[in-house]
């Protein structure tokens, strides 16, 4: 719980002419009561807001409102502000080792660190401090977490490479799948997803980045840092996603492939092998992936049949 004047303080903003409701919870506008916060991004969110029972409304500075409405707390960013509110209030786990998790001997886990039930984690895994490892989650030998890493149920991290050398005769054999998998600080993995060790190198995942749920990523893959990837993209050995980049849902990458810093990838989209995408802010989109204005070019063209 927190009154008013404590939130201002936690958003560094002005609480004067607001009143000093306390406040327990984030909420959605239908769902608020007076011990709640919402927020407001435009005029049409901010009439729903107001009609709420909420005790504080949130609202961009940027939107012409009523400055002596006493239940509204004027802010740059209205959403993210919420964000930082619903982290404060947010309960705080218990540092916990769930008795049914398997932990090698031999592995090292700092301080204030939570393995869920049913967990593997292998030999020489070091898991960084207040970093949270959801249920039936195998961590394999060797793969470093840094701190405060979120891993939700059923992720797989290090697995090897589907890497093969071919012989004469048509059939695979394996290439060594014996590196490095290393995952930086504030990195957040959804459920059921996998990250490959790298082949011979490492494979590494940079600090804040975050994955959704049913991703992939193989062998040798370098994320950089703040990087977005939604729900069952793929990326295949060997390629690289800079620093800010945003991929899409469903989103296909060949191997040794770049995806430049701040690029956006929409959903569905197909990066080929070996290509390289650049351009902070460009959208891409389509399969092969081409920038936005001549994708949408090409479709219109396709509709008329030219």
């Known amino acids: 719980m927190a009154k008013t004047h404590e939130i201002a303080e936690w958003l560094d903003v002005p609480a004067e002419g607001v009143a000093d409701a306390e406040i327990e919870r984030v909420a959605a506008p239908e769902s608020a009561g007076p011990d709640a916060v919402v927020f407001a991004t435009s005029a049409a969110a901010l009439t729903d807001a107001l009609a709420s029972t909420a005790g504080l409304v949130l609202v961009n500075t940027k939107i012409a409102a009523d400055k002596n409405n006493s239940r509204m707390l004027r802010v740059p960013d209205a959403r993210l502000a919420f964000a930082i509110v619903a982290d404060r209030l947010r309960p705080r786990e218990v540092a916990e080792i769930d008795p049914t998790a398997s932990v090698a001997d031999t592995a090292t886990i700092a301080e204030g660190v939570s393995i869920g039930p049913g967990s593997v984690i292998g030999r020489g895994v070091c898991v960084g401090r207040e970093s949270r490892i959801g249920a039936r989650v195998v961590i394999e030998d060797g793969v470093v977490l840094g701190e405060r890493v979120q891993v939700q149920a059923g992720v797989v991290l290090g697995a090897r490479g589907f890497g093969y050398a071919r012989r004469p005769d048509g059939s695979y054999l394996l290439f060594p799948q014996q590196g490095a998998l290393v995952i930086e600080d504030d990195v957040e993995i959804g459920a059921n997803s996998t990250i490959d060790r790298g082949a011979l190198g490492e494979t590494r995942i940079g600090a804040g980045t975050k994955i959704d ?94």
């Open 213 to 306: 749920n049913l991703v992939h990523i193989g062998h040798n893959v370098r994320l950089g840092r703040n990087v977005i990837i939604a729900a069952q993209t793929g990326i295949s050995g060997s390629s690289v996603v800079e620093d800010g980049a945003i991929l899409g849902g469903q989103v296909g990458m060949g191997e040794h492939a770049i995806v430049g810093p701040g690029v956006i990838l929409g959903g569905g989209a197909g990066v080929l092998s070996n290509k390289k995408l650049y351009g902070a802010g460009q959208v891409f989109w389509g399969r092969p992936a081409r920038p936005l204005k001549q994708y949408l070019r090409d479709l219109a063209r396709l509709s008329r049949g030219n």
